[in-house]
Structure formats: structure tokens, C-alpha cells
């Protein structure tokens, strides 16, 4: 009987060692020891920022209405409702156990000392937040309208994670779950998140109201969306990719009408085998009307594709 034989295990990509790197290459990362320093507090203190903008849209939003929306803040709710316990010592308690197992399964020191201090600043803030805001405020909670304090809780949450994000932190929480759970099984990161925070939230729609959890989940929806905005900003390019017979004619049509500059490969149908050419050039979500238009004068028959371009750098 003839076994079958073992699939061999896919090889992981390992780092290069940095001698095999050109040393020209190394020498030009290497900055003097002011400007590595000056980087390094730059992050801290957008760490510091987020976590503090964070904090306060928990603490004003979240906190007074049990908008539990997901995550480890989500479940500091839902405790501080039965047990009274501050929320902030909450959210630094169900993380101590998340970081060490993030140490020991993620970057070590790099992970751990880019995370501490976002945990320990947005624990820290929010149970000062609580003690001090009420008392600063006439009324308190500042809103009685449920839906505006869920639009406001993502938007400054979002925020908030994003600024922290930007500087190569994180909050903490689940996210650490879920990325252990992409590093070593591949499970996407969106399905974790959707499975923990999830669960979460309909846990506060059973001990408090389903209202709550519908809001709680807007609420984190909007931080997610305000969280990318401020990580990657608003999209004001577009990429236009042209399959064409008339290149030299569509080349020009963009160069003397929008003042771009287009990049030219020989291609070949995959069906009519019929060489053609494909454009690509860059111009602003603005002028593509103009970009249609151009192509249009000079080919009709030109297949076009407009895609999103997040950020564009450089120039030639």
C-alpha cells in the first residue's frame, strides 16, 4: 500500500539579515540620534492626543447612556453597570492580561511600549473625565438625545484611534486578539472584530435595551469611518486607466487638455489576441469629466477605468 505522501508547509517570507542589505542603502536611513529622538516624542505625543480625544468621547458620550460598542470599553460598561467599578480601571484591568499575551505572541518591546501608553493615558483620562466633567458642566449629561450622543461618541472616538493609528499605537483590546489571530491563522482581522464586538453589543441590548445596542452600533460604525479619515485622509485623486488603439492620439488629447503626464504599456487582448495599448495617469476627482471628455474627442471606442487614489507622491 503505497502511502500518500505530506503536503510540504508553505515557507514564510523571513526578514533579510541586514548584512545582506547595501550598506548604501542602510547609510541612508541612518539620522542622527537628535532626529530618531525627536520622531519617537512626536509619536508619544500623538499617542498622547488620541487617547486623551478618545477618552473624553467615551466619558461624554458613551459612559452616561451605556453605549456599549464593542471591544474591552464596551465591556467596561456592562461591568460598571452591575458593579460600580470605575470604568477607566476597568478598561486597564481586562487589558493587562491582552498585553501580555500580545508580548509574548506579537512584537515584543515594540508592541508593548506602543500600546502602554495608549492603554494607560485612555484609562487614566477617562475615570478623570468622569470625576471632573460633571462638575464643569450645568447640565450633565451634556445631551438627552440618544442618537446625537452615539453620531458624536464614534466621531470623536474615531478620531481619537486614529491619531493613535498614525503614530504606530494602538488602544488595546480586542484589536490585539484579533491580530494575533491573523498572524497565526490567517482568520481576517473584520471577522474577529465583527464576531467580538458583535457579541458585545447584543449583550448590552439584552441587560439594557435593544435601542442601546442599534445606537451602539452606529456609534461604532462612525468610529471606524472617522478612525480611516484621520489615518489616510480625504481621496482628491483618481487614476485613469485607458485600453486604446489610438495611443499616440489619447497621449496627447491628455497632455494638451489637462497637462498631465501619461505612462504607455504595450498590451494584448485576451480574447482577440489584437495588440493594443494601455494609459495610466493620475489627475484630480475634479477634472475627470475633462479626462472623459479628452479621451472621447479622440477615441471613441476607448475602455476606460476610474479608480481611487488615496494619496500620490512624487513626480517625474
Known amino acids: 500500500m503505497v502511502r500518500p505522501q505530506a503536503t510540504p508547509e508553505p515557507r514564510v517570507a523571513r526578514k533579510p539579515p541586514k548584512s545582506n542589505i547595501p550598506r548604501a542603502i542602510r547609510r541612508k536611513f541612518d539620522q542622527p540620534s537628535a532626529v530618531v529622538i525627536r520622531r519617537r516624542i512626536y509619536r508619544q505625543i500623538q499617542i498622547l492626543l488620541g487617547s486623551l480625544v478618545a477618552a473624553l468621547g467615551f466619558t461624554l458620550f458613551q459612559v452616561p447612556f451605556k453605549l456599549a460598542a464593542g471591544g474591552v470599553t464596551g465591556l467596561a460598561i456592562i ?7 470605575p470604568v477607566g480601571t476597568t478598561v486597564l484591568i481586562l487589558n493587562v492580561p491582552l498585553l501580555f499575551l ?13 500600546t502602554v501608553l495608549s492603554v494607560l493615558c485612555f484609562s487614566l483620562a477617562t475615570d478623570f473625565f468622569i470625576l471632573v466633567l460633571p462638575g464643569m458642566t450645568k447640565a450633565w449629561p451634556i445631551t438627552d438625545d440618544l442618537l446625537l450622543a452615539a453620531i458624536y461618541a464614534g466621531v470623536l472616538f474615531g478620531i481619537g484611534m ?3 493609528q498614525r503614530a504606530g499605537g494602538t488602544i488595546g483590546g480586542t484589536s490585539i486578539l484579533a491580530r494575533i489571530l491573523y498572524e497565526r491563522t490567517g482568520f481576517p482581522m473584520s471577522q474577529s472584530y465583527l464576531f467580538t464586538d458583535g457579541a458585545i453589543i447584543v449583550a448590552a441590548g439584552v441587560l439594557f435595551r435593544w435601542e442601546i445596542a442599534l445606537l451602539a452600533a452606529l456609534s461604532l460604525v462612525l468610529s471606524g469611518l472617522f478612525s480611516d479619515f484621520v489615518l489616510e485622509g480625504v481621496s482628491k485623486f483618481r487614476t485613469a486607466t485607458i485600453v486604446t488603439s489610438k495611443p499616440e492620439d489619447v497621449r496627447w488629447a491628455i497632455l494638451y487638455r489637462l497637462r498631465r503626464g501619461v505612462s504607455l504599456w504595450p498590451i494584448e487582448g485576451g480574447y482577440s489576441k489584437t495588440p493594443r495599448t494601455m494609459v495610466f ?3 484630480l476627482r475634479s477634472r475627470v469629466p475633462e479626462l472623459k471628455f479628452a479621451i472621447a474627442t479622440v477615441d471613441p471606442e476607448a475602455f476606460i477605468v476610474i479608480g481611487v487614489a488615496q494619496r500620490v507622491f512624487g513626480g517625474f
Not at 102 to 114: A, E, I, K, P
Open 79 to 85: 461591568a460598571n453597570h452591575f458593579t460600580d467599578f
Open 102 to 114: 500580545g508580548f509574548y505572541q506579537l512584537g515584543r518591546w515594540r508592541f508593548l511600549l506602543s
Open 162 to 164: 486614529g491619531l493613535i
Open 281 to 283: 495617469c493620475t489627475v
